[in-house]
């Protein structure tokens, strides 16, 4: 049964830092597109940041960009979202979703995955 778990959300100031783990099981990174996204109170959930599970190709959100990375450990079956810089509006529930699709990575858009996680809290606050 796949599964994805969540976790490493808290709360940090702003400018701070924070690393997402988003911790697979009951597939192969490798054949899956793996993304992660957000929705904050009173709006839609969008697309963070996605990758190809068998590596070379990634997207990001224009709002993120220069800001979050995303990686993945393959032996580990985990992708992570490295967060720096974060500033208030970063302030989500953060979840990861995997599809078997390797073109959705281009999109990186919610509708497009069909397995998510839980998700987990991100607050940045003074």
């Known amino acids: 049964q796949l599964q994805l778990v969540e976790s490493g959300g808290g709360l940090v100031q702003p400018g701070g830092s924070l690393r997402l783990s988003c911790a697979a099981s009951?597939?192969?990174?490798?054949?899956?597109?793996i993304g992660w996204f957000r929705q904050a109170p009173g709006k839609e959930r969008e697309g963070v940041s996605c990758?190809?599970?068998?590596?070379?190709?990634?997207n990001y959100a224009d709002s993120v960009k220069g800001r979050f990375t995303i990686s993945r450990d393959n032996a580990k079956n985990t992708v992570y979202l490295q967060m720096n810089s974060l500033k208030p509006e970063d302030t989500a529930i953060y979840y990861c979703?995997?599809?078997?699709?390797?073109?959705?990575?281009?999109?990186?858009?919610?509708?497009?995955?069909?397995?998510w996680g839980q998700g987990t809290q991100v607050t940045v606050s003074s």
């Open positions: 979703a995997a599809e078997p699709t390797s073109w959705v990575v281009a999109g990186c858009r919610p509708p497009l995955f069909g397995s």
């Open positions: 990758i190809l599970g068998s590596g070379g190709s990634t």
């Open positions: 009951g597939f192969t990174l490798d054949y899956y597109a």
